[in-house]
T-cell receptor
Framework: GAVVSQHPSWVICKSGTSVKIECRSL??????MFWYRQFPKQSLMLMAT?????????EQGVEKDKFLINHASLTLSTLTVTSAHPEDSSFYIC??????????FGPGTRLTVL | AQSVTQLDSHVSVSEGTPVLLRCNYS??????LFWYVQHPNKGLQLLLK??????LVKGINGFEAEFKKSETSFHLTKPSAHMSDAAEYFC????????????FGAGTRLAVHP
């Protein structure tokens, strides 16, 4: 089946720094990717929809200047958490949609902000 | 508006006994519904999906779910639990009827005891 990777799988950073998370579709092209956030023992919350070659669409309550999304190619979307703070610590998961409209999820990235 | 409600946050069964994970949905039109499983430190895996074809949907690992429009339910079942089934399960509804935005339920943690 289709594979989606995320890098890094975990990251620890200091408060005030920025962190970039990559989401790649390894064996298919994805014009649309999605970014989710999952707090411990909670469900996934959609943050934004990333469209190749255009601006991302953010869900209500998600700060676009805080969570920068770039989808520069058909196989790569990046999420940058700018000026990270401890409350940004979470599990970030991406998914990629193929030409058959099926979504495949990455393994997630655990971010810890000290 | 579309939403899903997973009626149990935790379910505990003995190995070899049936599994029932309950899910009710709310949708203004015919929905697409999914069940995903999340094992610790692993990505989300699609168990099965309903997209307005047969109401009884068979998935991987012996799981199946039945779409009941009259009850607005999409419960997940398995005749005989295995230790490896212990995980977090999410019932998901799709906006737009296809693989567009996914709305996740709160999740049900399944524990399987020997």
């Amino acid at each position: 089946g289709a594979v989606v990777s995320q890098h890094p799988s975990w990251v620890i950073c200091k408060s005030g720094t920025s962190v970039k998370i990559e989401c790649r579709s390894l064996d298919f092209q994805a014009t649309t990717m999605f970014w989710y956030r999952q707090f411990p023992k909670q469900s996934l919350m959609l943050m934004a929809t990333s469209n190749e070659g255009s601006k991302a669409t953010y869900e209500q309550g998600v700060e676009k200047d805080k969570f920068l999304i770039n989808h520069a190619s058909l196989t790569l979307s990046t999420l940058t958490v700018t000026s990270a703070h401890p409350e940004d610590s979470s599990f970030y998961i991406c998914s990629a949609r193929d030409s058959y409209n099926e979504q495949f999820f990455g393994p997630g990235t655990r971010l810890t902000v000290l | 508006a579309q939403s899903v409600t997973q009626l149990d946050s935790h379910v505990s069964v003995s190995e070899g006994t049936p599994v029932l994970l309950r899910c009710n949905y709310s949708s203004s039109y015919s929905p697409s519904l999914f069940w995903y499983v999340q094992h610790p430190n692993k990505g989300l895996q699609l168990l099965l999906k309903y997209t307005s074809a047969a109401t009884l949907v068979k998935g991987i690992n012996g799981f199946e779910a039945e779409f009941k429009k009259s009850e607005t339910s999409f419960h997940l079942t398995k005749p005989s639990a295995h230790m490896s089934d212990a995980a977090e399960y999410f019932c998901v509804v799709s906006l737009g009827g296809g693989y567009n935005k996914l709305i996740f339920g709160a999740g049900t943690r399944l524990a399987v005891h020997p």
